[in-house]
């Protein structure tokens, strides 16, 4: 099978297509390696699919519409995966124009695109942050989404009201996938488990917005890849699934586990709480297992090991 990437060499979606390519589907991977993060990481992300004949690599930014559609011509791919976006709640609020440029016409552009190509199945990459402050846990995909507390969030339910219009419009299967927190190997270096293991394992001080009590429903990568080429292989109409392992961990006991693998001691500066800084995630996984059969296999102390020993193997 044919399958485009968009955001391909960044965390996720380097995992993603390695997961693909091993199964033998043909890989166009479109990533612009913006200034988000350092592109050297993103380089090293793809270095493994790089190697592999069924992969190709377009440096391109998905806001570029005719590149893109020379992009499509030319790889012709039969189901697309969207993952190319700004990322970040803080970011996001400071600086929000660019999240609605790259998040909402960048997912416009590439809903286009697959139309004119007849594409059969657009997975999209949607976050927990559309649940905004929710008080009800776990958060369910009935639940409401129209009080995002940040530009980000704002802008991924934007993303998925775009995905329904083209789903009912043109017939298009279009599954939007509610990430939560993930992390593991390549992790993204602006997010707490990739930041704080380097900070920790550098002696470096880490930054703790509260007191250590908020909660995260950190997903573990290969859980969320397997939960994403679900999606891609199945027919669904317009869905909404949450992608989590359903388990809410404070912050402060992620710090006890990088810790722990570490041997050291992590040095704390508590901040007050941010802007758009949620009290805690936590995914209802019911639906993604019935329509996915999705099942999260990594509990948070496997995947923080796995991680850790990933980063003393290559640290740069």
């Known amino acids: 099978m044919k399958i485009l990437i968009t955001g391909g060499a960044g965390f996720i979606g380097s995992h993603v297509a390695e997961r693909l390519l091993e199964r033998g589907d043909s890989v166009t991977c479109v990533d612009n390696f913006s200034e988000n ?118 802008t991924k339910k934007s993303g998925e009201l775009l995905c329904y219009s083209y789903h009912e419009l043109h017939r298009m299967n279009i599954t939007c996938l509610r990430f939560f927190t993930a992390y593991g190997e390549r992790g993204r270096p602006d997010m707490a488990p990739y930041k704080f293991t380097r900070l920790i394992s550098e002696g470096k001080e880490i930054e703790m917005y509260g007191d250590g009590r908020t909660k995260r429903d950190y997903t573990y990568i290969a859980d969320i890849v397997s939960g994403i080429t679900e999606a891609l292989d199945r027919e669904l109409g317009y869905e909404t699934i949450n992608l989590g392992n359903s388990e809410a961990v404070e912050l402060r006991h992620l710090i006890e586990l990088i810790e722990k693998e570490t041997g050291k001691k992590a040095r704390i500066k508590q901040l007050p709480m941010q802007p758009g800084d949620l009290p805690a995630t936590y995914a209802d996984i019911a639906k993604a297992k019935r329509l996915l059969g999705f099942s999260p296999k990594t509990k948070i102390e496997t995947g923080i090991k796995r991680l850790v020993s990933w980063y003393r193997e290559n640290k740069q």
Do not use: C, W
């Not at 004119?116 to 649940?131: C, L, M, P, R």
């Open 37 to 154: 993060y350092e592109p050297e990481i993103k380089k090293r992300n793809i270095r493994q699919a790089m190697q592999n004949k069924n992969y190709r690599l377009y440096r391109e930014d998905v806001l570029n519409l005719k590149a893109m559609e020379a992009i499509f011509r030319q790889a012709m791919p039969e189901r697309v995966i969207h993952l190319a976006a700004k990322v970040g709640v803080r970011p996001s609020i400071s600086e929000p124009l660019p999240y609605v440029e790259t998040n909402i016409k960048g997912t416009m552009n590439m809903l286009e695109l697959a139309r004119k190509q007849g594409i059969k199945n657009f997975v999209f990459a949607s976050s927990s942050s559309v649940y905004g402050a929710n008080k009800k846990v776990p958060f369910s995909e009935d639940d409401k989404t129209d009080r995002p507390i940040s530009p980000y969030g704002a």
